[in-house]
């Protein structure tokens, strides 16, 4: 069974500056994806950027990067120069490679950038 | 023009009605979901279907009611449903076999009276 954790049920960055949004997980896969979304309040789920276990480098996707330390189990969302069009929910979720099944979300973190 | 469309973007139903949920995706995906998003929780995987099979059903009850008649198009058929129902179903896409991302649609928001 796969489990991701986000402790942070809120966070607030000012506007300019960068913020880490923290992610765990627990899987006993030796292979898998994890990926972290973005939410507005419009709803829809935007997928943000992708790190495969087995990737040596840490994934980037302009301003967003993804702080992957496979030993402590964790791929930590960090972006950087926030803007006010930033804020919304962060959702990070792993899958097993070349499954399409099994997606699973954390429970994710509502980021507020100030002006 | 989104990958992935669902119509209708909010419902509100009684309990005794029976309406439907429409996912379109234009990205060639052959794997279609269906998400429940409630207040305060974890995304819940609700169906899966690769190549139009359905190959999850995460114990959802039978008032929901999927189908899906090609790779392309994924229904949800909601009837006699309670309040607990009320949430946002998302619906998303991928291609089977492949380690990419689920593209998803930006959900109808339910709401059950």
């Known amino acids: 069974a796969q489990k991701i954790t986000q402790t942070q049920p809120g966070m607030f960055v000012q506007e300019k500056e960068a913020v880490t949004l923290d992610c765990t997980y627990d899987?006993?896969?030796?292979?898998?994806?994890l990926f972290w979304y973005k939410q507005p309040s419009s709803g829809e789920m935007i997928f943000l950027i992708y790190?495969?276990?087995?990737?040596?480098q840490n994934a980037t996707e302009g301003r967003y990067s993804l702080n992957f330390q496979k030993a402590r189990k964790s791929a930590n969302l960090v972006i950087s120069a926030s803007q006010l069009g930033d804020s919304a929910m962060y959702f990070c979720?792993?899958?097993?490679?070349?499954?399409?099944?099994?997606?699973?979300f954390g429970s994710g973190t509502q980021l507020t950038v100030l002006p | 023009e989104t990958g992935v469309t669902q119509t209708p973007r909010h419902l509100v139903m009684g309990m005794t009605n029976k309406k439907s949920l429409k996912c379109e995706q234009h990205?060639?995906?052959?794997?279609m979901y269906w998400y429940k998003q409630s207040a305060k929780k974890p995304l819940e995987l609700m169906f899966v279907?690769?190549?139009?099979?359905?190959?999850e059903n995460n114990s959802v009850p039978s008032r929901f009611s999927p189908e899906c008649p090609n790779s392309s198009h994924l229904f949800l058929h909601l009837h006699t449903l309670q309040p607990e129902d009320s949430a946002l179903y998302l619906c998303?896409?991928?291609?089977?076999?492949?380690?990419?991302?689920?593209?998803f649609g930006q959900g109808t928001r339910l709401t059950v009276v």
């Open positions: 990205l060639g995906h052959n794997a």
């Open positions: 279907y690769n190549f139009k099979e359905q190959t």
């Open positions: 979720a792993m899958k097993p490679p070349g499954s399409a099944r099994q997606l699973t």
């Open positions: 998303a896409s991928s291609q089977e076999g492949r380690n990419t991302e689920a593209f």
């Open positions: 790190q495969g276990s087995y990737d040596e």
């Open positions: 899987t006993s896969d030796q292979s898998y994806g």
